[in-house]
């Protein structure tokens, strides 16, 4: 069993910055992308940020290109997720996801129903 534990939310205001950590720890699941995700209440789960484990690439959703950057340290079996200029719309409960379930294609790596681990959560909010 993948046990996932974010850490790193908080409340700040707009423009501000946050670093999200997210620590692996269990049984060592071969999962070809990892990312991170994030629910508003009353949304749907909203692909963040991904990468793929063994090469690095890295895949943004349009809302947060430019200003999030998506990062690992496998020697530390850490994902993190950098978010700079945040806006009050980046508001959220933002989840770390493994356990890649699919083919290596970019758009699969967005939907949620394809990962098996989940993190608990660690909430962001942004005040204007």
């Known amino acids: 069993q993948v046990q996932l534990v974010e850490s790193g939310g908080g409340s700040v205001q707009a423009g501000g910055s946050l670093r999200l950590s997210c620590v692996a720890s269990?049984?060592?699941?071969?999962?070809?992308?990892m990312g991170w995700f994030r629910q508003a209440p009353g949304k749907e789960r909203e692909g963040v940020a991904f990468i793929t484990i063994a090469g690095g690439t890295t895949y943004y959703g349009d809302s947060v290109k430019g200003r999030f950057t998506i990062s690992q340290d496998n020697a530390k079996n850490t994902l993190y997720l950098q978010m700079n200029s945040l806006k009050p719309e980046d508001s959220a409960m933002y989840y770390c996801a493994s356990g890649y379930q699919g083919i290596a294609r970019t758009s699969l790596a967005y939907d949620p129903m394809r990962y098996k681990y989940w993190g608990q959560g660690t909430q962001v909010t942004v005040s204007s």
């Open positions: 269990g049984y060592r699941y071969s999962s070809y992308y």
